[in-house]
């Protein structure tokens, strides 16, 4: 690994071509406050994956953590390869926070996890991770409502498989609340 700082940094890795996520390199933003104090959640993102030839399989994702790891948000920007959800598909083509997504709603067996996956596939952009929230809140997903503590926002990629010294760059990374 190599890094700038906490939003610019690289990570190489091969890890063949088996199933299961490998790691989870990444950078994280402390909030610790309840969604009802959170006025506003914007972020920024930046990804650059230079493709080698062989198996590649990985997610660049948020992780949202609520409520002592309770509930994880995954938000699908950019993704390749034999990955997927958790969950069973809830709602196609819901426009939230800028993009348009496919909702997933499951359980891994700790934590329940609300995924949304990118229609477009994108590796830089802005935003609006407030609205994601108030729109799970809206649906009574958080048991809490707005009263649930949101914890911490991550970005960095859920790494499957790769070819031999396979690079992954966190490009930007920026939170406002």
Do not use: R
């Not at 399989?57 to 609520?66: C, G, K, N, P, R």
């Not at 991770?129 to 960095?156: M, R, S, T």
Request: proline share 4%; hydrophobic share 35%; charged share 20%.
């Amino acid at each position: 690994m190599t890094a700038k700082d906490g939003s610019n940094w690289c990570v190489e890795c091969s890890h063949g071509s088996s199933g299961g996520i490998k790691s989870y390199p990444h950078s994280g933003h402390m909030i610790n406050k309840p969604l009802s104090d959170v006025k506003q959640l914007q972020s920024t993102f930046g990804a650059k994956v230079d493709p080698k030839p062989g198996v590649l399989a990985y997610s660049f994702t948020y992780d949202i953590w609520l409520a002592s790891h309770k509930y994880e948000i995954m938000i699908w920007l950019d993704y390749k390869g034999q990955v997927g959800p958790i969950g069973a598909m809830f709602k196609d083509n819901v426009a939230l926070g800028g993009y348009t997504w496919k909702i997933h709603k499951g359980s891994n067996g700790v934590n329940e996890v609300f995924s949304f996956l990118n229609h477009g596939k994108t590796t830089s952009g802005k935003i609006d991770l407030k609205a994601i929230l108030d729109w799970i809140n809206v649906q009574k997903w958080f048991k809490e409502g707005p009263a649930v503590v949101l914890q911490e926002i991550q970005l960095g990629f859920e790494i499957t498989s790769t070819p031999q010294n396979m690079k992954f760059c966190l490009a930007g990374f920026t939170v406002t609340s």
